[in-house]
Structure formats: C-alpha cells, structure tokens
C-alpha cells in the first residue's frame, strides 16, 4: 500500500462500511415508496375508477418500484458525493518530499 493509502485509512472509512449511505438511502427510498404507493393508490382508485384490489396493487407495486429507484439513487449520490470530498482532501494535502 502506499502511504496515501495507509493514512486515508484513518480519517476514511473502509469501503465496506458505507452504513452512512446505506441508512440514510434507505430511509429517503421508504419515504418516496410509501408517498408514491399512497398517490398511486388514489389515483387508481378515484381518478382511474378501478376496483379495489387491483388499485391495491398498482399502489403496491408503484411504492415498490419508485422506493427502489429512489434509493439506488440517492444511494449513488452519496457514493459520488464521498469520493468526490475524498478527492479534495487527498489534493488539499501539502506534498511531502520523497
């Protein structure tokens, strides 16, 4: 390892231990899910007319879908925005002499 390496080590975590961006993905995934599944609901129900299983369904299904999408991109968000501070503080760092 270099010795960039080993002293990122300390200030970064490991890249196994994305519990930050894991979590907190999580959590904004489940709210859009439950919000979409509600929507998605009420709109088959009272703008489609559908009947009430299948609108429980499509709100299913729709909660589903959109809490995934959204996870998996706030997800990716978090990742870029870590190596991108990452980044920064590997070139903010004065150069030592070899």
């Known amino acids: 390892m270099s010795r960039i390496a080993d002293s990122l080590g300390s200030f970064f975590p490991k890249p196994e231990a994305n519990d930050d961006c894991q979590e907190g993905s999580?959590?904004?995934?489940?709210?859009?899910?439950?919000?979409a599944a509600f929507?998605?609901?009420f709109i088959s129900e009272g703008v489609l007319k559908m009947a009430k299983y299948p609108s429980v369904f499509a709100?299913?299904?729709?909660?589903?879908?959109?809490?995934?999408?959204?996870?998996r991109l706030q997800y990716a968000t978090c990742q870029r925005r870590k190596q991108y501070w990452e980044q920064q503080f590997i070139q903010s760092r004065p150069k030592e002499d070899e």
């Not at 999580?26 to 919000?35: E, L």
């Not at 709100?59 to 996870?71: K, N, Q, W």
């Open 26 to 35: 999580r959590r904004f995934g489940v709210v859009a899910g439950a919000t």
């Open 59 to 71: 709100g299913s299904v729709t909660g589903l879908l959109s809490g995934y999408a959204f996870y």
């Open 39 to 41: 929507l998605g609901l």
